[in-house]
T-cell receptor, first 113, second 109 residues
Framework: IAGITQAPTSQILAAGRRMTLRCTQD?????MYWYRQDLGLGLRLIHY???????GKGEVPDGYSVSRANTDDFPLTLASAVPSQTSVYFC????????????FGPGTRLTVL | GQNIDQPTEMTATEGAIVQINCTYQ??????LFWYQQHAGEAPTFLSY??LDGLEEKGRFSSFLSRSKGYSYLLLKELQMKDSASYLC??????????WGAGTKLIIKP
């Protein structure tokens, strides 16, 4: 693989179900991010990780959790999905936390019914 | 609060020049980014400005005025493939990106 991959590409989920969105990068980037993108709004940061073993909350963290057990993987979990979590989710990475361009995965389109 | 403003939609003609403006109010400033996003795809990096002035990269240029909280992206010799959304983002004092809603650029032949 090259760059960032996300899985699944799309998913339809019943409300109340648990779901994990996967993200893997092979660029050995230290920092990783999860965003959601909704029509008419800018990308909003959900959670981030500046380096393996650390995570932080972004602008809209409620209802989501993340882990960063190693450099390459940064899964996002919805413990109990709600319809307002219907969105396109992008994972991104950058060499370090500050002042560097972020590289984005292809996105996961999630619909919660 | 933090705010990034850019026009929702713009239309331009193939071969012409278009300027997309972005104004911002953020908690601190550690640089301004422009990204391009084609429909259904991921954003891709175009430019980064941290100092005032113009940065030129081929057909695309980006300008920054920190005192005015203002940037623009200039696209020259427009091609049909330039039809996309253009996202302005500012890195704040916590080194987090604050994103505008994006400007949808429509290119007509």
């Amino acid at each position: 693989i090259a760059g960032i991959t996300q899985a699944p590409t799309s998913q339809i989920l019943a409300a109340g179900r648990r779901m994990t969105l996967r993200c893997t990068q092979d660029m050995r980037h230290n920092a990783m991010y999860w965003y959601r993108q909704d029509l008419g709004l800018g990308l909003r940061l959900i959670h981030y990780s500046n380096t393996a073993g650390t995570t932080g909350k972004g602008e809209v963290p409620d209802g989501y959790s993340v882990s960063r057990a190693n450099t390459d993987d940064f899964p996002l979990t919805l413990a109990s999905a709600v319809p307002s979590q219907t969105s396109v989710y992008f994972c991104a990475s950058s060499d370090s936390a500050g002042g560097n361009e972020q590289f984005f995965g292809p996105g996961t389109r999630l619909t919660v019914l | 609060g933090q705010n990034i403003d850019q026009p929702t939609e713009m239309t331009a003609t193939e071969g012409a020049i278009v300027q997309i403006n972005c104004t911002y109010q953020t908690s601190g400033f550690n640089g301004l980014f422009w990204y391009q996003q084609h429909a259904g795809e991921a954003p891709t990096f175009l430019s980064y400005n941290v100092l005032d002035g113009l940065e030129e990269k081929g057909r695309f240029s980006s300008f920054l005025s920190r005192s005015k909280g203002y940037s623009y992206l200039l696209l020259k010799e427009l091609q049909m493939k330039d039809s996309a959304s253009y996202l302005c983002a500012v890195m704040d004092s916590n080194y987090q990106l604050i994103w505008g809603a994006g400007t949808k650029l429509i290119i007509k032949p």
